[in-house]
């Protein structure tokens, strides 16, 4: 069955994230355990259980920190997250969609991502459809984020390429029936969707 539609992530694919050591800033400052003890709120922000004030609120309150240092904290940590915009793939992938491809997103992402990330990338006009975890209560590897995106975009799994850098995500793409290349590199990607459209 032919590839209809082209599906990224975009943490490590379509941003290119490197750790620049806020944590280690943190950690420095509130101790090696600062992470464990406000995981559970982050986790809630990345399926959009609570909102980014509520983040703010209970990690000030967890913490004891003054509100305007965690602010700068969370400033620090939205310049790691966004990262560098990968251009290459970007214009590969609005090429396959001019051919006729369609184009989406299925991203394990936090509250307040879609207008951090529209602002400095405009991935909405880049692609049909994105789904965020913060927006839909599911995360990669759940097998139903990649069941509701081929829902919304109306294709079957075995139209669908998707791409990710972490290798448990791209496992349960194929567990659904998606061909799933994981990226390493640019050139690699680019390389192995080319493979992979041509033989489909």
Request: hydrophobic content about 45%; glycine content about 6%.
């Amino acid at each position: 069955m032919p590839i209809r539609a082209i599906v990224l992530d975009i943490g490590g694919v379509l941003e290119i994230t490197p750790n620049l050591g806020v944590d280690r800033k943190w950690e420095a400052e509130f101790g090696a355990d600062w992470v464990s003890r406000v995981l559970p709120v982050f986790r809630a922000g990345d399926l959009g259980h609570i909102t980014l004030e509520q983040v703010h609120e209970q990690i000030v309150d967890i913490l004891g920190v003054p509100a305007a240092r965690f602010e700068a904290y969370m400033e620090e940590m939205w310049v790691e997250y966004l990262g560098t915009y990968n251009a290459e793939l970007a214009d590969y992938w609005k090429a396959r969609r001019a051919e006729g491809y369609a184009t989406a997103i299925i991203s394990n992402s936090f509250v307040g991502a879609r207008e951090r990330e529209e602002e400095a990338y405009r991935f909405s006009e880049l692609t049909d459809l994105i789904v965020y975890s913060h927006e839909v209560g599911l995360k990669k590897p759940d097998p139903a984020i990649y069941e509701l995106c081929l829902e919304r975009l109306g294709l079957r799994a075995e139209e669908v390429v998707f791409v990710d850098d972490v290798e448990v995500c791209c496992e349960a793409a194929r567990a659904v029936g998606m061909a799933a290349i994981r990226f390493v590199d640019t050139a690699q990607t680019i390389r192995d969707l080319d493979a992979i459209l041509e033989r489909r």
